[in-house]
């Protein structure tokens, strides 16, 4: 099926190429003790070897993507009186982050069969495979309305500015709540819902100085890292014990 | 065109806001470092009052304000050390701790909080962790809240009514058991056991709870130990420094949830706080101190307790599945 969608495109598509080029106004974003969330701005260019063709417009999409990690989601039911998790749904990876930005109403931006294939849309960067439950898309819906109210998933229509259908920029807003680790950039050019070119980059999200010396610190050497909490804790307890002794003196 | 976008985007200037805000590197998320400053000097303040580590009001609000529970709760511990160790100064100075007592019911705190932290593991990869913190919240606060409350309301009025307020010596179980030790600062000669067991039954609550557990330790030794109420104070913070500390220990190595950072902003409000306490509750009658207490922990019980049988707004949550 997929061979002979890429088989006819061959022939609907013009006979050039085109090409998306891309970057971002950062390629690392330092996580210090003052974050408190950043934007990035992100613009690019079409670069093409003939004329622009005008009967399908060509459409812009931008995936900003974190890290995926495992996920647990619980739903809470009324027993005995009270309100407590019953039941659970393990989503083996779920991206941390993920933002998406069009130029277009989603209809007009991509096909099913091609989302699938490169995983654009919210619910299908999630894969939730060992997830077969009954109701569990009601998990997976749940986890993205939660990340949606965190800012952690955002979903951008039109939001890509497109120029003359060869300039396009946008930006991403990164929340505060952000977990460090090698974010990606994915761009996708499209025509009449199919993926003409792809693009990817990488943005590097780390915590710097502090941040990152007690991090690595508890991670690595958790006992180590217990231990100076305790004597950072205790010392201060007795320093401003100390202290307003003197001030009362 | 992008700053024409940008400024549809983005037309409230959040400069003030972000500027007092402080990221917490183990808990990963953005908090207001006034926030947690006055959260840590108000709690220190009850902290040196009662004797308590403030913990049973502190976690709650760390919840409240979105930190993961699971690093309120290690991170509390953490804090509680602090906040206690200015407080347990400026009783040994006084002379209000009865170390052999602290000793004994350290013993036991010790157990109970390595047995805590097992708990709460187990419980963390059930996904039933919050459940377990928030009742253990409601059971206990509201049983020692109703019963100090009582308590101290009929303190006031045998004081009111003229007739001296003695008080009894009840011969009752720690007089019974074997084990029998001589505390002299408490002026005691009771069993061993008692103690012990409030000991480790502290250590469970400081491990699950992220508590000191004095809201329970102080009446458990006014009442089941018998114990003068001047040393009470002083002999709770002294236990409680050390089982916190080996808490704050076992979530670190356990858990990684000990975001110091997040420990220092609350005790560099609660130090300060501790001594002003301190202070305000050797002037206070004890009664009057007792009643305010026991007001404060129905509260939080009373709210923790509405939270539970309301229905969520959000009824579905997430949590990493880490632990298996």
Redesign the interface.
Known sequence: MLRLITLLSLFVAPAYAEEVIADLSQSRIS???????S?I?I?GAIKRDGPIDDDAPLQVLVTVEGPN??????????RF?????VD?V?IDAAPSFYAIATTAPWDQMITDVEDLRHHVSTPRAIRSVGANIRGSA??TD??I???NADDLYQTNIG?V?F?QQTLF???V?LP????EGDYRARFFLTRRGRVVDTFETKIDVQ?VG???F??RL??EK??V??????A???S??????AA?RIFRA | ??LQ??GV??PAP?GV???M???L??A???VNAFLLLGLGGMVGVLSGMFGVGGGFLMTPLLFFIGIPPAVAVATEA??I??????GV??HLKRRTVDLKMGTVLLIGGLIGAAFGVQIFNTLRAM??V??LVK?SYVVFLGIIGSLMFVESLNAIRKTRSGSPAKRRKKRGLVHKLPFKMRFNTSGLYISAIPPLIVGVFVGILAAIMGVGGGFIMVPAMIYILGMPTKVVVGTSLFQIIFVT?FT??L???TN?T?D??L??LL??GG??GA?IGTRLGAKLKAEQLRILLALMVLLVCGKLAFD?????S?????????GH
Do not use: C
């Open positions: 996580i210090t003790t003052d974050f408190d969330g934007e701005l613009f990690e495992p996920i647990t989601v619980r739903r809470k039911e009324k009186g009270i309100w407590i998790n659970a393990e009601d998990f749940a986890l309305r939660i990340r939001e500015q120029d920029s946008t930006s807003r505060a709540n952000l977990h915590k502090l941040e990152r007690f991090f508890s991670r958790p006992l890292y217990g231990l100076m909490s305790l950072i804790a205790i201060a307890g007795w320093l401003a014990s307003f | 065109m992008q976008h940008l985007e983005d959040t806001r972000d500027a805000n402080v990221y590197p183990i990963e998320v953005s953490n804090q050390v602090a906040s206690s160790f200015s100064l400026a996904g039933q919050d459940l009742l500390g704050t220990l979530h670190a190595t990684f000990v110091i950072v420990a220092v005790l560099v130090v300060i001594q539970l049988l309301v229905q969520p959000e009824l579905y949550s997430l949590g990493s599945n880490g």
